[in-house]
């Protein structure tokens, strides 16, 4: 057995426990005693608000959506959110930072978007914010919108880019010309940076079209580039059913390091696994100042730690419970109406979750981890004996610094700290094929 066969599934490590290990048992009352020891965090939370709706089904989608142009609809489910900010706001929480996501959270009108600011606004000042970032899907919008968002306090958009192949966005059900991203970009003076999501895998995908995908998004500069994994799962996902998986590229490894490849020669930094950034955008310095901080929405500049979410299926992040909302949106207007948090399940941290997550993220995040003396003794060894992956930099009296020497294996360390998912044996073999195979052969991994 060798790793691309030991390395074809695994962890994100967004979170550690995974969310496999979250019970139905966690309830609001749970959520709320962690909630409130968490309020005396200095550096505040992060916010994240999950928008569910689209307009158009897009057949590559795992997210938890629903599509619908019904605007009563829209304004139904707005209302209970707005309601639900108002529960959250009995606890006068000090946000610092919002994320809009979804779904499609540009799907919202002008009105109902600005119902929503004004209720936030109520909560904590989004003139104060450090970042206010909005997910867009360029179809629904155009820049009149864009300086609507900004005039509520948006200073940085994220663009479902996806690819620039027309073939590519046909088969995928997401038809944008790269022209109408041009265009939305002339008004991107009125943010702070400009995000773009890519997925490499895509049906209909080559090196070829993907290259070309590169060069688009190249010339048109945006401050931070998401590039993540196609996750082909119809059994989860039935729309996917709809996609022709003798469309779908082989060459994966191929595509990922040749991006990573040209991202570094066109002076991106390569942010933890999956991100990229211009040296001057905020990620960027956070990743040089190893001040980068690993949520479910993947690296974000610190210094928020503690996450909150609003919205049916968003998460919850505090330093020792993870929770999620519940995925139903009857049951998730019930809690609302009760004035509790529509919590569907969660996880207490043990003190040894939590320790062997601060190795994880600081894998993730920092490309090192430091093993004091007299723990995690196995650990200790597996890394002396991976010479040619990680370097041992500071050795005292109170531990070793690993320095990891090679990005693309960031997710197979991590699992050398997973004792809730990754089988022994498996690390024995993942170990004795690290240091037999030269690197160039290995995998990136898939999520």
């Not at 200095?42 to 142009?69: A, D, E, M, R, S």
């Not at 309601?83 to 799907?107: A, C, M, V, W, Y």
């Not at 991107?188 to 993907?210: C, I």
Request: hydrophobic residues 35%.
């Amino acid at each position: 057995m060798n790793l691309r066969d030991w390395n074809s599934e695994g962890h994100w490590f967004t979170a550690y426990p995974g969310l496999n290990h979250w019970t139905e048992d966690f309830t609001h009352f749970e959520y709320v005693e962690a909630f409130k020891q968490s309020l005396t965090e200095k550096n505040g939370f992060h916010l994240y608000i999950h928008i569910p709706f689209c307009k158009k089904l897009c057949h590559y989608c795992i997210c938890n959506i629903v599509i619908t142009n019904d605007r009563e609809k829209i304004q139904f489910f707005l209302d209970h959110l707005l309601k639900e900010i108002d529960n959250l706001k009995r606890f006068n929480p000090d946000i610092r930072e919002i994320h809009l996501g979804g779904g499609t959270p540009s799907h919202l009108d002008r009105n109902q978007f600005t119902q929503l600011c004004d209720k936030l606004d109520s909560l904590s000042p989004l003139k104060d914010m450090s970042e206010v970032a909005m997910e867009i899907d360029p179809r629904t919008v155009n820049q009149e919108d864009l300086r609507h968002y900004a005039s509520h306090g948006v200073n940085r958009i994220s663009f479902g880019i996806q690819d620039f192949n027309i073939d590519v966005q046909e088969a995928i059900n997401r038809v944008q010309p790269p022209e109408m991203i041009e265009d939305l970009l002339k008004v991107r003076h009125l943010f702070r940076g400009v995000n773009f999501d890519l997925l490499y895998g895509l049906p209909k995908q080559s090196m070829e079209t993907f290259n070309d995908t590169l060069d688009k998004t190249f010339k048109m500069r945006p401050e931070r580039v998401t590039l993540l994994k196609y996750c082909h799962a119809p059994e989860v996902r039935k729309h996917m059913k709809l996609i022709n998986v003798t469309d779908l590229p082989v060459n994966l490894e191929e595509m990922f390091r040749h991006a990573v490849k040209r991202f570094k020669e066109e002076g991106y930094v390569w942010v933890g696994l999956d991100h990229f950034a211009l040296p001057h955008d905020s990620l960027a310095v956070a990743h040089k100042n190893k001040t980068l901080v690993r949520t479910f929405n993947g690296f974000k500049p610190g210094p928020t730690k503690n996450m909150i979410g609003l919205g049916p299926t968003s998460s919850y992040a505090l330093y020792d419970v993870y929770a999620q909302a519940h995925y139903d949106l009857n049951q998730y207007y019930d809690s609302v109406n009760k004035g509790e948090f529509p919590i569907l399940r969660g996880v207490k941290l043990t003190s040894d979750d939590i320790s062997r997550r601060h190795h994880i993220f600081n894998i993730l995040c920092n490309q090192e981890v430091f093993l004091p003396h007299g723990g995690y003794a196995e650990q200790r060894i597996e890394f002396t004996k991976i010479k040619d992956i990680v370097e041992p930099t500071l050795n005292n009296y109170f531990g070793t610094l690993f320095e990891i020497k090679d990005q693309f294996l960031l997710r197979n360390l991590c699992s050398l700290f997973d004792a809730r998912d990754v089988k022994p044996e498996h690390l024995k073999i993942a170990q004795k094929t690290i240091t037999r195979r030269p690197l160039e052969s290995l995998t990136h991994q898939s999520a």
